[in-house]
C-alpha cells in the first residue's frame, strides 16, 4: 500500500497513515523531551473526543493534568504541533 504524506509517496512501515502520525507525535514528544508515548488506541481515543488540533489539549487535560499549573494548553498544544510538523516537513525533504 503507498501512501502520499506531506506530497510524497511513502512507503514501508510509514506508508499507514496511522502509523506515520503517531510516529510524527512520538517523535516530537521525543523532540521535547516529553516522556510521553502513544499507541494506536490512545490516539484512536483522543480522536473521539477531540479534533486533530485538539488531541494534544485533551491528552494533557486527561493524563498531564499538573502540567496546567505551569503552561497554558494552546502552548503546550503548538509546542507539540510545531515539534510534529518539523518532522513531517524533514521527512518530506528526505531523498
Known sequence: ????????????????????????????????????????????????????RGIVGAYVERSQAHLLRAYEKRFLEELVHSARERYQETLSAAP
Open 1 to 52: 500500500m503507498e501512501t502520499t504524506v506531506q506530497g510524497r509517496k511513502a512507503s514501508g512501515p510509514l506508508s499507514d497513515p496511522v502509523t506515520a502520525e503517531l510516529a510524527a507525535y512520538n517523535h516530537a514528544f521525543c523532540e521535547l523531551e516529553l516522556p510521553w508515548r502513544w499507541d494506536e488506541e490512545t490516539l484512536a481515543q483522543l480522536k473521539s473526543v477531540a479534533g486533530d
